[in-house]
């Protein structure tokens, strides 16, 4: 790779104050050894002559990035630039230098990319892992931040905890750089693992398809995959031939991991291993198709004025919409909207949408029968209201026995400004609505509440955003909540993400 194979450049100040085992070893200019914590003496890997296929393999990978960046630009626009997750494994390198070579080869037309590294702080080498590709990324002319987490507080999974922190890191880290696209390195390898763990865990046909390769992190900011169609060999085989020895984490190896002990068992049984990836090609083709049936019916009951999502947040369905579809779909898109109104990231249990689902349906029966226009009845589940009313279903946020959590602006995080341009500042509020900011950022204590914490609103309105200063005074709110308001109260400028959110994944979505 050219870029890591040139002459070394001039020392910045930064670099000649790193310590010396974060360098590695060099021959003629070329990063050959990774970092090693204490000793340095990390084994250097040695460049070998390149071939045909080290080149056509490393432009296959610059092609899956340039594919998926212009399929995440069609979902997310403008999607601004990418940031490349990169930790100094195998993977992650190689994303790095396909990354490298596909800007190169874009000139002027390639976005902005970003390189971050997350130090967990979880082994003594992190930090000299960090710094080494800190080295890379510079030699590809690419900037690089080391994002480190404080800590695990000793609650819950420890790897589960750390994999949360680290997308939290990246997202704010997008955030701060306008990036619309954070990039990792996971290849078809870890797919076939994760449909193992899922099945193991008792997942569904969709949870058992494995990894997407594009998702939501936020309403701003989509998560990539770009080599989940290639194997692991390849990306490891492009690294090799840059003669780069990649960071080495032990506990890739260690059985005491699910994801590790599946690898190993993968790894000495390829029969396991051939069935194991013909049953997540099965499962995927099955969420492909489910997925397109939901889209399809999604946009049906949109086209037909069955279902609308209101100025308030809430989705309102024809009490036939449920009528003449099969119960897994129908479960589908309960769940989708119960988490579109709630703003919570998981859905409700298969059990909890069953019963829910045969209640609306027995309802909705005896609508039918007697006519009755005025049929009432409410359920709460997964953080919404579910309500029967007269001839409509309304899933709508609840505010709960608690109520919803304040927003201090002081500690709300900016979404990517090109997210929403027309705001001064957009925060996430309740993980459901974009709002505007900006104007009450300046205010001591300004905090972002719901309407119903102010003890008004009926269950409609009652969790419609309302900015209050440091003494609780109103200062702004939605259209529907001014009303209930005293006057003066300034109009708050808010985006609902409900539709966004109900069909969030399937990647039809028009808005």
Sequence with gaps: MRDLQGGRPPLSADERQRPAQAEGRREGGKLLSRPSAGTGNAPAARPRQKTGRDDASKTRLADAIAALYASADRRLSPIGGILLAVSGGPDSLALLIAASAWKRSAGQAAPEIRVATVDHRLRPESAAEAAFVAELASRCGLPHETLVWPGWDGAGNLSASAREARYELLVSHARRHDLGLVLTGHHHDDDVETHLIRRENGADLFGRAGMRPLRWLGPDVLLGRPFLDLPREMLATVVAAEGIAPVDDPSNRDPA??????????????????????????????????????????????????????????????????????????????????????????????????????????????????????????????????????????????????????????????????????????????????????????????????????????????????????????????????????????????????RRRLWRDLFDEEA
């Design 257 to 498: 991991y699910d994801r590790a002990r599946i690898r190993l068992a993968l790894g000495e049984d390829a029969k396991l291993r051939a069935k194991a990836a013909r049953d997540l090609a099965r499962c995927k083709e099955a969420r492909r198709r489910g997925e397109g049936a939901l889209a399809g019916l999604l946009a049906d009951l949109e086209t037909t004025g069955r279902l609308r999502c209101d100025g308030g947040g809430a989705v309102v369905l024809d009490h036939t919409a449920l009528s003449d579809i099969s119960d897994r779909c129908a479960g589908h898109l309960l769940s989708r909207a119960i988490v579109a109104v709630s703003g919570r990231a998981e859905p409700p249990s298969r059990a909890q949408i069953r019963d829910l689902l045969g209640w609306l349906r027995a309802a909705a029966i005896g609508a039918d029968r007697s006519g009755n226009e005025g049929a009432r009845g409410t359920r709460s589940l997964g953080g919404a209201l579910v309500a029967i009313e007269g001839r409509e279903i309304v899933l709508m946020r609840e505010f709960g026995r608690t109520g919803i959590p304040a927003l201090p602006l002081a500690l709300a995080e900016p979404l990517r400004r090109g997210f929403a341009p027309e705001m001064a500042a957009p925060v996430l509020s309740d993980g459901r609505a974009v709002v505007d900011a900006g104007s009450w950022t300046g205010f001591a204590g300004a905090r972002i509440v719901a309407l119903g914490s102010l003890g008004l609103g009926g269950r409609r309105i009652r969790c419609l955003p309302v900015v209050v200063d440091g003494a609780g005074r109103p200062r702004a709110a939605a259209h529907a909540a001014r009303a209930r308001l005293a006057p003066g109260i300034a109009p708050l400028p808010l985006r609902f993400l409900t």
